[in-house]
C-alpha cells in the first residue's frame, strides 16, 4: 500500500472547500474523506446529528467489502456503493488508492445529483492528495516527550 | 497505517484484536468499553456487527481518545475480526491499515489447534496485504485462564512464541477484565515505541 500524503492546513482547506461545493450543489447533508482503513479525515457539513468517526469505519468497510464481491463477479472494481434509506442515504465513491468520498444526504435529494457532482469533486480532491503526496513525503511527527517508561497512563482501568 | 493529521492535530491508530473463534475478542473491548477511564466525550460507542447468536460476524469497533501527546491528540480504534473460519475475507478487510494487533488465544487445550490455524491464518492474510507479522507489533494474550481445563502458559509460548524474537505475552480472564489493560498497554506501548524509533507512519 503506498502512503498517504502528509495534509497540512491548506489541503485540509482546500479539501474542505471541495466537499463544501458538493453540499452546496448537491444539496447533500455531510460529506466526508476517509481512509479505506476506516480512518476519518475531514468532513464538512452536519457533524452534530451523526457519529462521523463510526460512520468512516463503517462504510470504509462496507466499500471494501463491495470491492471484494466485484472482483467475484469478474469486474475490477464497484467504484461507488449507495444505500437508500427512508431519512437519509449515503453514496460512497472511490477517490484514490487510499482514501473514499462518502456523502450523505435525505432521502428526498437526488442520488443522480449527488452522483453527478461527486464525480467531478472526487478528481478534485484526487489532484490535491496528489500534490499532498509530493510535498513532503518523509515528514514526521516528533514523539519524543512521550514517556514510554510507564505504558499504564495510556488506558486506566476505573477503580 | 496510523494516521497523523498535522492540520487536525490528531494521531490515529488501528489495533486489530485477533483469533480464533469464541476465544474472547469482543470480550476484551466490551470490557475496555465498560471499564476504561476516559474524559468525558473521549470514548466512542461500541459497535458489533453480530449474528442473532451475538457472534462477530463483520467486525466490532471501539474508538477511544487516549491522550495528548504534544498537542496531538491520540485517537485509538479497536477491532475485532469474526474468528469463525468462513469469515476469513472480511478479517483480511478489517487488517487493512492495521497498526498493531492483540492475538487473543484460548486457553483450553481442545482449542490449541485452532489457536495455531488461527495464528497461521493471521501471518497469511497479512501477506496477502503485502504485510510481514514481524514488522507489526504485536502482544499475545492467553485468555480464558480461570477455566479449568486450560494449558500451560509454557506449552502456549512454545506453540504461539516460539521465534527468534518473543512478543510480551499475558495470562487473562477477559470477562472479569483481568488481563485486558495489561495487553491493551503493552501493545500502546510497543506501537509508540516503533512510531518513535522508526519515524512516523502515514500522514494525512
Redesign the interface.
Known amino acids: 500500500?503506498a502512503?498517504?500524503?502528509?495534509?497540512?492546513?491548506e489541503?485540509?482547506e482546500r479539501l474542505g472547500g471541495e466537499l463544501r461545493e458538493l453540499l452546496e450543489k448537491s444539496d447533500a447533508t455531510t460529506a466526508l474523506i476517509i481512509?479505506?482503513?476506516?480512518?476519518?479525515?475531514?468532513s464538512q457539513g452536519d457533524a452534530r446529528q451523526f457519529?462521523l468517526?463510526?460512520i468512516a469505519?463503517?462504510a470504509s468497510?462496507a466499500y471494501?467489502?463491495n470491492q471484494?464481491i466485484a472482483n467475484l463477479v469478474h469486474e475490477t472494481s464497484f467504484n461507488s456503493i449507495y444505500q437508500q434509506g427512508e431519512k437519509f442515504s449515503m453514496f460512497v465513491m472511490g477517490v484514490d488508492e487510499n482514501c473514499l468520498l462518502v456523502a450523505i444526504f435525505k432521502a428526498q435529494v437526488s442520488v443522480g445529483a449527488v452522483k453527478y457532482f461527486a464525480g467531478p469533486a472526487v478528481k478534485r480532491i484526487a489532484v490535491q492528495l496528489q500534490i499532498a503526496q509530493e510535498r513532503d513525503p518523509?515528514?514526521?511527527?516528533?514523539?519524543?516527550?512521550?514517556n514510554?517508561a510507564d505504558?499504564?497512563?495510556?488506558?486506566?482501568?476505573?477503580t | 497505517m496510523a494516521i497523523i493529521n498535522q492540520a487536525t492535530k490528531e494521531l490515529q491508530v488501528k489495533v486489530v484484536y485477533y483469533g480464533p473463534a469464541m476465544g474472547g475478542k469482543t470480550t476484551n473491548l466490551v470490557q475496555v468499553h465498560d471499564h476504561v477511564q476516559t474524559a468525558a466525550g473521549n470514548k466512542g460507542k461500541l459497535v458489533s456487527l453480530a449474528t442473532s447468536s451475538d457472534r462477530t460476524l463483520f467486525f466490532d469497533f471501539l474508538p477511544i481518545e487516549a491522550m495528548s501527546i504534544k498537542g496531538f491528540k491520540t485517537k485509538f480504534q479497536l477491532y475485532t475480526v469474526p474468528g469463525q473460519v468462513i469469515y476469513n475475507t472480511t478479517r483480511q478487510l478489517v487488517l487493512r491499515g492495521v497498526d498493531g494487533i492483540v492475538f487473543v488465544a484460548d486457553s483450553q487445550y481442545e482449542k490449541m489447534a485452532e489457536n495455531v490455524e488461527s495464528f497461521a491464518n493471521l501471518e497469511d492474510n497479512l501477506k496477502m496485504l503485502k504485510l510481514n507479522l514481524a514488522d507489526i507489533p504485536y502482544v499475545l494474550q492467553y485468555n480464558k485462564r480461570d477455566l479449568p481445563n486450560i494449558a500451560p502458559v509454557e506449552y502456549m509460548e512454545f506453540l504461539l512464541n516460539n521465534r527468534d524474537l518473543q512478543v510480551p505475552s499475558f495470562s487473562s480472564a477477559a470477562h472479569k477484565c483481568e488481563g485486558v489493560f495489561e495487553a491493551l498497554n503493552m501493545i500502546t506501548r510497543m506501537l509508540l515505541n516503533k512510531f518513535i524509533s522508526q519515524g512516523t507512519p502515514q500522514y494525512a
Open positions: 500500500m502512503a498517504l500524503p502528509q495534509l497540512i492546513e489541503d485540509i481512509d479505506k482503513g476506516g480512518f476519518l479525515i475531514t457519529d468517526t463510526t469505519a463503517l468497510g471494501m467489502a471484494t518523509g515528514a514526521r511527527l516528533d514523539l519524543s516527550e512521550l514510554l505504558p499504564s497512563e495510556v488506558f486506566k482501568r476505573k
